[in-house]
């Protein structure tokens, strides 16, 4: 059930050490939090912090894409696609063309996902024209009514920074999902083993010899993205890391950008060392961390009790 999971076991923690009443509701999808004569709603992940047109912006990649680029935060390129089913208004085929574009530019490499895409779903790396078309068609029978176009990068480490008020509260890295060799089983049985392990199916990268054995302790990569529900690895940051400061300036410049007060903002650092926003998420979900990383559940709890903290203050956002 929905209620098990670390997310609303912390909250109701919370609840309990802060004396704040809480009331479940909508079978479990809405939470009433009320203290003294103030009262507020978590829905799933979204935090009574954050204006609905804030929310709406993050959930759109597009439209983050574009406020981020007005206001000089260095971002991803998106084209959008739209669907003409349902926004004939707009489409014309220069949308599908550009996209095509990217894809020759950028070695035969490009994402597509649908606009209001999370955890990695409904995204998709194209190697040729055809396929685009049919990930195009695609997403367009599963009823969305537009998509983005972006350049594939060679990601060296994405980073996660949580966003609240407008500073950063807390920062981790991600690496891609990977299978570590013991010079014996093939990757195709090191991966077998890990998504049992898992309980999840990779979205794996094209071109893997999966009948080579790697050497004991060599690391295979296996998929080219960072979410860990898709089996990506948190890792916490050392004081080594020279991109940090950088890193954490631009997540509070994309954060304040899109007037957004609680927030995921994720920033890919490439293997030739530029660093770009890739989204910003008003669900601030953190159920995979606590279960990945050492100290995580507490972790989470700081982070969580501290955005409880600032709905219950009296003054504005």
Excluded at 172 to 193: A, F, Q
Aim: glycine share 2%; charged share 30%.
């Amino acid at each position: 059930m929905e209620q098990q999971k670390p997310f609303y076991k912390i909250l109701n923690e919370i609840c309990n050490e802060q004396n704040i009443k809480q009331k479940i509701l909508s079978y479990g999808w809405i939470r009433e939090l009320q203290k003294e004569n103030q009262k507020h709603y978590i829905i799933r992940y979204q935090f009574d912090l954050n204006s609905s047109i804030s929310y709406k912006i993050a959930k759109d990649k597009f439209a983050t894409y574009e406020i981020l680029k007005s206001n000089n935060v260095p971002t991803i390129e998106h084209k959008m696609i739209f669907n003409p089913a349902t926004r004939s208004e707009y489409y014309e085929n220069k949308f599908i063309e550009e996209a095509k574009e990217i894809l020759l530019k950028n070695n035969n490499k490009l994402v597509i996902k649908a606009n209001d895409s999370s955890e990695g779903k409904d995204v998709y790396l194209c190697t040729n024209e055809k396929e685009i078309e049919e990930v195009i068609n695609r997403l367009f029978e599963e009823k969305n009514n537009t998509l983005s176009a972006c350049p594939y990068l060679d990601i060296k480490l994405e980073y996660r920074a949580v966003f609240l008020c407008g500073e950063i509260i807390y920062i981790y890295k991600k690496r891609k999902p990977y299978v570590t060799g013991n010079g014996k089983n093939t990757i195709s049985e090191l991966i077998e083993i890990k998504e049992k392990e898992y309980n999840i199916k990779f979205d794996l990268i094209k071109n893997i010899n999966f009948e080579y054995i790697p050497k004991n302790n060599e690391e295979i990569v296996i998929s080219w993205k960072h979410n860990l529900s898709n089996g990506a690895e948190p890792c916490i940051i050392d004081d080594e890391d020279k991109y940090i400061n950088e890193i954490k300036e631009i997540a509070v410049n994309a954060g304040k950008a899109i007037n957004i007060n609680f927030a995921n903002i994720d920033i890919a650092l490439t293997t030739d060392n530029r660093i770009y926003v890739m989204e910003i998420n008003g669900n601030v979900c953190m159920n995979k961390f606590t279960e990945k990383i050492t100290n995580g559940y507490n972790i989470a709890k700081d982070i969580y009790s501290k955005a409880i903290n600032k709905m219950f203050e009296s003054k504005n956002f």
